[in-house]
């Protein structure tokens, strides 16, 4: 992926919150503009191709769910996700496009993901089976080029649920 530019992402931070309607909770933000820190700044998938694809499904409103395996956040360092969080997504090239805030986090084995998650993450035809067969060679590909485990169908997994509270507008209208 490409590196992120932290100037970009406090602009795009600065807009964001404001259209949110977080720009008044000093104990998110900070008490001023200058002392506002963003949240984390993340793009889905391991390509520049496939974060742009999953973006535009969150963009365009069929994207309300991800999911990542317990033992990549623990591989990369990153901790649980938690309700209420806030995230800035960006694109497959560093750019922030859209915040969003998570609703809802639990773990579950992958086999015992059901049918609902899968739609609301909002890829492929949003079944089930599809939902398995691209998951599966994801997390295979991913735990091959990190080192990771094997997969398992009882892998855990942590399912998240968001909600987008801003996406940035396409140039051509800023």
Same mark, same amino acid.
């Given at each position: 992926?490409?590196?992120?530019?932290?100037?970009?992402?406090?602009?795009?931070? $600065?807009?964001?919150?404001?259209?949110?309607?977080?720009?008044?909770?000093?104990?998110?933000?900070?008490?001023?503009?200058?002392?506002?820190?963003?949240?984390?700044?993340?793009?889905?998938? #391991?390509?520049?191709?496939?974060? #742009?694809?999953?973006?535009?499904?969150?963009? #365009?409103?069929?994207?309300?769910?991800?999911?990542?395996?317990?033992?990549?956040?623990?591989?990369?360092?990153?901790?649980?996700?938690?309700?209420?969080?806030?995230?800035?997504?960006? #694109?497959?090239?560093?750019?922030?496009?859209?915040?969003?805030?998570?609703?809802?986090?639990?773990?579950?084995?992958?086999?015992?993901?059901?049918?609902?998650?899968?739609?609301?993450?909002?890829?492929?035809?949003?079944?089930?089976?599809?939902?398995?067969? $691209?998951?599966?060679?994801?997390?295979?590909?991913?735990?091959?080029?990190?080192?990771?485990?094997?997969?398992?169908?009882?892998?855990?997994?942590?399912?998240?649920?968001? $909600?987008?509270?801003?996406?940035?507008?396409?140039?051509? $209208?800023?």
């Amino acid at each position: 992926m490409h590196a992120v530019d932290e100037s970009e992402i406090q602009r795009f931070w $600065e807009v964001a919150r404001g259209h949110a309607g977080i720009d008044r909770l000093g104990v998110v933000v900070g008490a001023s503009a200058l002392g506002a820190v963003p949240p984390q700044a993340w793009s889905f998938g #391991d390509s520049p191709r496939l974060a #742009d694809e999953l973006l535009a499904h969150v963009l #365009d409103g069929e994207k309300r769910a991800c999911s990542t395996a317990v033992w990549e956040l623990e591989h990369a360092g990153e901790p649980m996700p938690a309700v209420g969080e806030l995230s800035i997504l960006l #694109d497959g090239a560093g750019h922030p496009r859209g915040l969003i805030r998570t609703t809802v986090v639990r773990i579950a084995a992958f086999e015992d993901v059901d049918a609902a998650f899968a739609a609301a993450e909002g890829e492929d035809d949003r079944t089930l089976e599809s939902w398995r067969r $691209e998951h599966e060679k994801y997390w295979r590909r991913v735990a091959e080029t990190t080192g990771g485990p094997e997969f398992t169908p009882d892998m855990p997994l942590v399912l998240e649920e968001f $909600e987008l509270l801003y996406q940035q507008p396409p140039a051509s $209208e800023q």
